[in-house]
Structures are given as structure tokens and as C-alpha cells.
T-cell receptor, first 112, second 115 residues
């Protein structure tokens, strides 16, 4: 999951298994949430988003779950592949503010 | 294809120099952002702009300023570079929050080293 500090949370998953990456957000007024994937040497890339009027959204092999009661967001990746190895960030925006705030990231490693 | 372009991938500057990091987007987005990324700290917002000539401080604006004279261009300025500003700098742009698809698109990053 997400945490503040010098050590990036890590998650190792066997290829083909499902992975779940968690994120706790802080602003109860946030109404839009995004998951990004960042590969080494590249900028973050959009994966999937969800608005606060939803609690689940699915994409190709990815699902985002939103629990507003406990201010928790998760990203599920099904049937993981080596190319899924990256750092994953959640981001939040809202409360009438255009500011996009990121979590500290989770490093996902897929074990062949 | 959407594009956010940062002028340099790598920069090495001396302490005390004035440094300009340039970012251009071709999506006609209203919002533009500058972040710095450091190991274990994620992306921290330095400044953002929601319109031409408009800017707002992010979480760590000290030691930086910005300029947005044209909609497509957002510049980050280090008035007097210091070694603690050695970092990866990421520029992003997005439509306004009320739009349907409002995710931010990122450039490839500029790795700045201050010696």
C-alpha cells in the first residue's frame, strides 16, 4: 500500500497471478481518482480512472475499486505479465480544486 | 496522439545558476503542472496553472517560480539552483476538472543534476 517515507512499498507477484495495489487518500472532498503506471525512465502513464459516484470500474485486465467510507482505493491487475512490472501511483483531485495529488507509489515486480 | 514534451531529458547545472525547464503540450489543455519525483517520496506538486498567466503554488514551491505566457507552454524556473534541487522533474497537462476525461498526461521527465 501507499505510505510516506524513503522506502517504496513493494509487491512481488508470480506471473499469471492477480495483484492488488492499495492506496489510502486523505481528502474527503476528492471526487476523481486515477491510477498511473510508471516504467523505468519514463513519465507516468494513465491506466484507469474513477469518479466518486462509482465504486468500481473495469478496464482491460484492470479494475479499480473505490471505498469512500474509509477513503481507500485499490487497483487489481488480472493475470499479470512481465510488462506489468513498474511503479504504480494513485492520484486524487477534487473539492473544487484542479490540483492533482499523488501518493508515494508501489513497486510491482512480476516474477517469471 | 496526445503529447507533452519537455525540452531536455538530462541537464547538469552549477549551484547558483538560473535554470529554465520548458514544457509544451499540443492538446489545448487548460491545466498544466510541474512535479518533482524523488525516491520514496512519489510525485510532489511544485506549481500548477489552470489558465494562461494564472498560477498556483503546489506543495513545495520554495526555490521555484513558473511562467505561463501561452496556453501550450509552461516553464519552471529555478532562480538559483541548489544541490537539493537535484531531482527528476515531470510536467503534465490536463483538461479542466469538470470535463469528461480529465486525466493528466505526462512528459518523459527531465533529470536535473545540480553540482
Amino acid at each position: 500500500g501507499e505510505s510516506v517515507g524513503l522506502h517504496l512499498p513493494t509487491l512481488s507477484v508470480q506471473e499469471g497471478d492477480n495483484s492488488i495495489i492499495n492506496c489510502a487518500y486523505s481528502n474527503s472532498a476528492s471526487d476523481y481518482f486515477i491510477w498511473y503506471k510508471q516504467e523505468s525512465g519514463k513519465g507516468p502513464q494513465f491506466i484507469i480512472d474513477i469518479r466518486s459516484n462509482m465504486d468500481k470500474r473495469q478496464g482491460q485486465r484492470v479494475t479499480v475499486l473505490l471505498n469512500k467510507t474509509v477513503k481507500h482505493l485499490s487497483l487489481q491487475i488480472a493475470a499479470t505479465q512481465p510488462g506489468d512490472s513498474a511503479v504504480y501511483f494513485c492520484a486524487e483531485r477534487g473539492g473544487g480544486n484542479e490540483k492533482l495529488t499523488f501518493g508515494t507509489g508501489t513497486r510491482l515486480t512480476i516474477i517469471p | 496522439d496526445v503529447k507533452v514534451t519537455q525540452s531536455s531529458r538530462y541537464l547538469v547545472k552549477r549551484t547558483g545558476e538560473k535554470v529554465f525547464l520548458e514544457c509544451v503540450q499540443d492538446m489545448d489543455h487548460e491545466n498544466m503542472f510541474w512535479y518533482r519525483q524523488d525516491p520514496g517520496l512519489g510525485l510532489r506538486l511544485i506549481y500548477f496553472s489552470y489558465d494562461v498567466k494564472m498560477k498556483e503554488k503546489g506543495d513545495i514551491p520554495e526555490g521555484y517560480s513558473v511562467s505561463r505566457e501561452k496556453k501550450e507552454r509552461f516553464s519552471l524556473i529555478l532562480e538559483s539552483a541548489s544541490t537539493n534541487q537535484t531531482s527528476m522533474y515531470l510536467c503534465a497537462s490536463s483538461p479542466p476538472g469538470g470535463s469528461m476525461n480529465t486525466e493528466a498526461f505526462f512528459g518523459q521527465g527531465t533529470r536535473l543534476t545540480v553540482v
